[in-house]
């Protein structure tokens, strides 16, 4: 008879053998956000497969059993990336091996570095896209009430992701029951932790702003737009932001962060941008990028992102934007400053 898959759900139920109330599990249990649960039962469960295969109990192996489990990973053509994460699951599920958790054991680090040696993380675009290139199109896109669902949609949560430079989980968080509309501001607050939330820190808020400079890429005027467009499509209590683009109004869902990001990347797509470089989570970095490059303050442009350390920024989101104009690199180191004899 095969086991069930391990999970993170597990814990609870061992939790609870050993005699810890139900609201102590409750609390120990949400330490880890929903995400990271559902991708650590990804890897238990490839670790339940792998334990009855070899004979290994799943929750005491030895620190051999856990090498090994991921050099069989590693074989099966999975990224460092992704076996790190199953060492993190490993490290919430297995017992202490030699004292220490999975995670921090000298071994399982020194063979999880020699595997980082062997396949080492692909390098991201050294560059940014253009945000104005995606800004000119969305000015095509207007007046609002014009626009069919579908190009609102696309517009708004554009207009959204570069005012705030959010990821899409922050996005898919948004509430209409949580939205203020003020004179020339927009107030959205966040009514549970997101990934970037500090323990002991109050949840967010964001505003956003009515631009007039240039209302064609106003994200207030669209948000307002966008929310009187769908408030006789809110149907069945459906209090999240934003709803599916189906054809017919009586046909509306909440979307996932999925089809968020297939809408950003849908609009790059049409902005000239090349698919397949950049996700939608790229906003995010052209954003701060065009912001850096502006001579915006640092303190401003890392509370905006909600980085406390200007070395995240630096490391994994500051890029030169990608321009098809002007001298490159090359270009500028083989021009000659002075007259040739």
């Given at each position: ?63 051999f059993d856990v090498m090994k489990f991921c050099t069989h990973l590693y074989n099966q053509n999975l990224s460092y990336s992704a076996i790190n994460t199953a ?255």
């Amino acid at each position: 008879m095969v086991p069930k898959p391990c999970c993170m759900a597990d814990l609870a139920t061992a939790l609870r053998a050993q005699g810890l109330p139900e609201d102590s599990i409750a609390l120990y249990m949400s330490s880890w956000k929903g995400g990271t649960t559902k991708q650590y039962d990804v890897y238990l469960e490839k670790w339940t497969r792998y334990c009855v295969e070899q004979k290994v109990h799943p929750a005491k192996p030895s620190i051999f059993d856990v090498m090994k489990f991921c050099t069989h990973l590693y074989n099966q053509n999975l990224s460092y990336s992704a076996i790190n994460t199953a060492r993190s699951a490993l490290s919430a599920y297995v017992h202490k091996i030699d004292g220490v958790t999975i995670g921090k054991h000298s071994d399982i680090c020194r063979h999880l570095r020699g595997i980082s040696v062997k396949r080492p993380s692909m390098g991201k675009p050294s560059h940014t896209w253009d945000a104005d290139n995606v800004l000119s199109l969305l000015k095509t896109w207007h007046p609002l009430e014009t626009l069919d669902f579908k190009r609102l949609t696309f517009k708004t949560i554009m207009l959204l992701a570069l005012a705030t430079a959010q990821r899409m989980q922050t996005l898919h968080a948004f509430n209409v029951n949580r939205i203020e509309f003020c004179n020339d501001e927009i107030i959205l607050f966040i009514d549970k932790p997101l990934k970037h939330t500090k323990e002991g820190r109050p949840l967010d808020v964001f505003h956003v702003y009515k631009y007039n400079a240039e209302k064609r890429v106003c994200p207030f005027r669209a948000l307002r737009a966008y929310m009187d467009r769908t408030k006789p499509m809110r149907k069945d209590k459906l209090n999240k932001l934003w709803l599916s683009i189906a054809k017919k109004d009586d046909a509306k869902t909440e979307v996932t962060t999925q089809t968020m990001a297939h809408w950003i990347k849908a609009t790059l797509t049409k902005a000239g941008i090349t698919p397949g470089i950049y996700t939608a989570h790229s906003t995010r970095g052209a954003a701060t990028s065009k912001a850096h490059w502006a001579a915006l303050p640092a303190e401003t442009i890392l509370r905006q992102a909600r980085w406390t350390n200007a070395a995240t920024f630096a490391r994994f989101y500051k890029r030169p934007i990608l321009q098809k104009d002007g001298p490159s690199f090359q270009d500028t180191v083989l021009t000659t400053r002075y007259p040739t004899a």
